[in-house]
């Protein structure tokens, strides 16, 4: 029986909004560093809220129901996720002209496709071919491009005009929609709810803390957003934690600029302990 396994041509309007994309990309505020743009402040936060009830009500209980579920399952649903972005990665590596960036991802993807069973086991993990994370955000951005202004977005969350661009041509070019007419594009979304859904019971502690656990949730989740994003691009320096390896994973929650030896249970307003010693110095110079 022969399997039939065909490629649809991108629709026109694929290529419309590609090209739209660049157009509005280039229109956007450049960003000075350290600064935070942010003029559509008040419909972000409406946005922002309605995900936090979204995320309280649905998305939080069904991530830590799918938490149960034993990892070897979580694992492969996220592998195979991560397996089918990497074509439109190795697309922006070229178009960034980063060829050592496309060899490593088609290495990868290579490995994980045949020996890995459709990118179900990472082996190329396991080989040290690990995946050089990009997309057409961070191409715009290599082009010259400003991340423009802040903006919570439905479904994204955190994000700047540059990186919803990106965002949108990412899943818009995505070769899944277009395998054999687009008949797969169902695992693709399963691979791509489950990755998501992994990471919110992942990074839960984190994600909990910013969104439950901080006196202006928004405000927080926003520097958190851009100072990651600035620091991966290389826009600004930020502490290299020294519990990640290379190679190793990194909670992207995590504000960089912050103490890694701090207690995080400690209050920050807490008034410091007078120390002992120095009391019982004072007490004998009296006597």
Not at 51 to 66: H, L, N, T
Not at 146 to 157: D, F, N, Q, V, W
Not at 172 to 187: E, K, R
Not at 207 to 223: M, P, T
Request: glycine share 10%; hydrophobic share 35%; aromatic share 8%.
């Amino acid at each position: 029986m022969t399997s039939k396994f065909c490629l649809k041509p991108m629709p026109t309007g694929a290529i419309a909004l590609l090209s739209g994309a660049l157009l509005l990309s280039a229109c956007a505020s450049p960003e000075k560093t350290g600064e935070i743009y942010d003029p559509y402040e008040t419909e972000n936060r409406a946005r922002h809220e309605a995900a936090k009830r979204a995320d309280q009500k649905y998305v939080e209980p069904i991530a830590q129901g799918y938490g149960e579920w034993p990892a070897p399952i979580r694992d492969g649903v996220t592998n195979f996720s991560r397996n089918l972005s990497l074509a439109p990665m190795i697309v922006n590596n070229l178009l960034q002209a980063d060829i050592k960036g496309a060899g490593q991802n088609t290495a990868r993807l290579l490995v994980n496709s045949t020996l890995g069973i459709a990118g179900l086991i990472d082996i190329a993990g396991d080989m040290e071919i690990y995946e050089d994370t990009t997309g057409f955000g961070d191409t715009l951005a290599v082009w010259g491009v400003g991340e423009g202004a802040y903006m919570e977005t439905p479904l994204i969350g955190p994000s700047t005009e540059r990186d919803t661009v990106g965002s949108v041509v990412d899943l818009a070019t995505n070769p899944i929609w277009y395998i054999s007419g687009g008949s797969y594009a169902a695992l693709g979304v399963i691979g791509i709810v489950g990755e998501k859904l992994d990471e919110r019971q992942k990074y839960a502690t984190t994600i909990d803390a910013v969104l439950y656990g901080s006196a202006d949730s928004y405000a927080q989740a926003r520097q958190i957003y851009l100072q990651n994003r600035r620091f991966n691009l290389g826009q600004e320096v930020a502490f290299e934690s020294p519990d990640c390896d290379e190679g190793g994973v990194a909670d992207p929650y995590a504000d960089p600029y912050a103490d890694p030896y701090a207690d995080p249970y400690a209050d920050p307003y807490a008034e410091p302990e007078a120390s002992t010693d120095q009391n019982s110095c004072n007490s004998e110079e009296i006597q």
